[in-house]
């Protein structure tokens, strides 16, 4: 099945990281993420309950992002993964995608970046 919503470059500020600056300070973090799910029945009926809302995916992912707080990306993309999937039935795989632009890295980069998958 290849039917697939996507919501792309999401922005979320967060207080995220390992160090405690990170955590007190906080950072915009950038999330990607792909919806997979049967959508024929959307394309026929043209009816929102027959597809999945992503208005209502975009307020969950950022109630996470934005008043949980993680140490790792893995974590923080596993919670959306793995609640995500457990909140909407129709849905058949997910994959997150959350970029840190500014990482403790002595060196130039422009982004770390987190992918984490799930699928029933």
Do not use: W
Request: a negative charge.
């Amino acid at each position: 099945m290849a039917d697939k919503i996507l919501l792309k470059n999401m922005m979320f500020y967060g207080f995220h990281g390992v160090f405690e600056y990170e955590r007190e300070q906080g950072q915009r973090f950038y999330i990607d993420v792909e919806l997979t799910a049967d959508f024929d029945q959307a394309g026929k009926t043209d009816n929102l309950e027959d597809t999945i809302d992503y208005t209502a995916i975009y307020s969950h992912i950022k109630e996470i992002a934005e008043t949980q707080r993680f140490q790792l990306l893995e974590a923080l993309a596993s919670q959306l993964c793995d609640s995500i999937l457990a909140a909407y039935d129709r849905l058949q795989a997910i994959t997150v995608r959350i970029r840190k632009p500014a990482v403790p890295i002595p060196g130039q980069i422009d982004f770390v970046q987190v992918e984490i998958a799930r699928s029933r």
